[in-house]
């Protein structure tokens, strides 16, 4: 960046769009400039994918990088931060089943040794004081996974220092955080496109309703609505993923409540123990895509249309639930681990959008090609867990700036690629549960 903006217009109010927001207003470089954030949904937008009962805090990774980047934003979240029930540190255990994927198991595997070598947990028992518990077998899991009632894998290990978080409380939290500074103008509006200037710039955006928001730099933070506003198209994708809940009893919330997080590579899905006597069961898998044929957000004048996904949320479509296959895909893994809730209806369902990359690293980065335009996003699913500290290091990148060895290896991972992919549409090729390829209209054809 060449000089300080005068003002920053921020489309977005998720976690990387509120958390920039609120690290600009602690910069000094940035005490003059004017600050505007849009969101198109009142505060909290509840389709966004930041917006929900609950998130897994973890540094297990195993990219280092990350775990490091994480290992931040957990000592935040053990502070007031996290207070009020917004962080429970109840422990994270990965578990493997006897027919995994080389990929799940390199991923558990790898996630293992870093923060073991990298960020210096110690090995043992819990009650001993230690830090991480290796489950070399079936008996071990169930040790620490048997209220349950039901299978529970092979192998893992719980990381005793991770954790979940009340995700809506979180990011509220975040919101007052930034409201309270005094610098921060938050508008409720819904954007119609980016205002791009003789093909080689971005002044700001023009809203549905006509009016336009000028500013020297745009942020754009729209997570998986981007692809609506820039080509994105072998860059990032909007992926629907599946979230169902039960309600639990008092009894059931007392003994399932005091379990671990827990990530089940052998399904591709994770439970977070229960809140306010709701269980939460979710997979991180390929998702589903949801394919439009849109005008290029780039020319909208030009009459040249692009494919690509994009979310559906219920602000689009009054009840909407999930597809037959999700509905199956959850019940088959709800009757093995946790049987007593295999017949119970559920008490919601939902599809979350990630914005996914073809490696899930993120997207932070100037845009190539127009002058004014910065890109926050592709989150890929676990984005959250680093709200307490995004917003810093994406005004690092803002400002080209490497504070620490760490920062300088996040800017190369989360730069702008040089090539494309081949395939205009993203199914991240990282540890996914679910069957790859699904479009979500034929899903719910069927």
Not at 66 to 85: C, T
Not at 165 to 173: D, I, S, V
């Amino acid at each position: 960046m060449s000089s300080i903006p005068s003002s920053i217009l921020i489309v977005g109010s998720g976690v990387f769009g509120l958390g920039t927001a609120y690290a600009l207003t602690q910069r000094p470089e940035f005490k003059d400039t004017k600050i505007t954030l849009l969101e198109r949904l009142q505060f909290p937008a509840h389709d966004a994918s930041s917006v929900d009962s609950s998130r897994i805090i973890r540094a297990d990774y195993p990219d280092a990088a990350y775990s490091r980047l994480a290992a931040e934003a957990l000592q935040i979240w053990r502070g007031d931060f996290g207070a009020d029930g917004r962080y429970n540190e109840s422990g994270l255990c990965i578990v493997l089943g006897k027919s995994d994927s080389e990929l799940g198991k390199a991923y558990m595997e790898g996630s293992l040794k870093n923060v073991q070598e990298k960020l210096g947990l110690k090995v043992g028992r819990r009650e001993e004081g230690g830090q991480l518990t290796v489950l070399e077998n079936e008996a071990a899991v169930k040790e620490i996974l048997g209220s349950m009632g039901g299978e529970v894998g092979q192998s893992g290990y719980v990381n005793w220092t991770s954790g979940w978080a009340n995700a809506e409380a979180g990011l509220t939290h975040m919101r007052k955080l930034a409201e309270a500074t005094g610098r921060i103008e938050f508008r409720t509006a819904e954007i119609k496109r980016l205002l791009f200037e003789d093909g080689s710039a971005v002044e700001g955006a023009e809203l549905v309703d006509g009016q336009t928001v000028k500013a020297d730099l745009t942020i754009l933070a729209t997570g998986a609505w981007s692809p609506k506003f820039i080509d994105l198209r072998g860059i990032a994708s909007a992926s629907g993923q599946v979230l169902s809940y039960f309600k639990v009893s008092k009894e059931e919330q007392a003994r399932l409540g005091g379990n671990p997080a827990l990530l089940d590579e052998s399904y591709g899905f994770y439970i977070i123990p229960p809140l306010e006597g709701e269980l939460k069961i979710a997979r991180h898998g390929y998702g589903y895509a949801n394919l439009q044929t849109i005008p290029h957000p780039e020319r909208p004048d030009s009459g040249e249309t692009i494919i690509v996904s994009l979310p559906r949320t219920k602000e689009d479509v009054h009840g909407l639930g999930v597809p037959p296959e999700a509905e199956q895909g959850c019940r088959e893994f709800v009757a093995s681990r946790i049987p007593d809730l295999a017949d119970r209806p559920f008490s919601k369902t939902r599809i979350c959008w990630y914005t996914d990359t073809p490696n899930s690293d993120w997207l932070i980065d100037h845009h190539p090609k127009y002058n004014g335009l910065f890109v926050a996003t592709g989150g890929s699913g676990h984005g959250y867990k680093f709200l307490p500290v995004i917003g810093e290091r994406v005004v690092d990148v803002l400002l080209r700036q490497d504070r620490d060895e760490l920062g300088a290896e996040l800017r190369k991972k989360w730069k702008w690629p040089e090539k494309r992919h081949a395939s205009d549409h993203i199914w991240t090729d990282d540890w996914r549960g679910g069957r790859k390829g699904m479009i979500l209209d034929e899903e719910f054809a069927k």
